[in-house]
C-alpha cells in the first residue's frame, strides 16, 4: 500500500508536471476520503479552489492537500485517543476478573480478560 505522506509530498513537489502533482492528491483521497472519494474530491475542489485547467493554478493542488492533511491529522490523534481509551478499558477489565478470581470463585482466561466459572 502506498503512504499518504509520500504522496503528499508529490503534490507539494513543484518540478513534477501538475498532472502527477494531480494524480498524486487523488491517491491522497483514495487513501483518506472522509466523506467517500467522490464527496470528498467534490469538497476539496470548492474549498481550494480547483480550477479545470490545472495550470492555471497549481498551487490549488497544494491548498487541497494540505486541508486533507490536516482533517486525517485530527482523524489519527482521535484515532489514538480511542485506542488508549479501549486499552485502558481491557486493563481494567482484566484486573476486575483478577481480583474476583483471588477471591477464589472463578478463573480467569487472560488471554481474553474475562472471568469464567469453574
Partial sequence: MTSFLTHRAHVHD?????RRRHSALRTCITL????????TY??????AV?????EA??????????????????????????AAQRRARVWITAASAC????????????RIGSPRSS
Fill in 42 to 47: 467534490h469538497h476539496l475542489t470548492l474549498s
Fill in 32 to 39: 483518506f476520503a472522509p466523506y467517500g472519494f467522490r464527496a
Fill in 50 to 54: 480547483i480550477p479545470r485547467r490545472l
Fill in 14 to 18: 513543484a518540478r513534477l508536471p501538475v
Fill in 99 to 110: 481480583a474476583v478470581a483471588a477471591a477464589g470463585s472463578v478463573t480467569v482466561d487472560l
Fill in 57 to 82: 493554478d497549481p498551487d490549488a493542488l497544494v491548498r487541497a492537500v494540505e486541508e486533507l492533511h490536516e482533517a486525517r491529522a485530527l482523524w489519527l490523534a482521535r484515532v489514538e485517543e480511542y
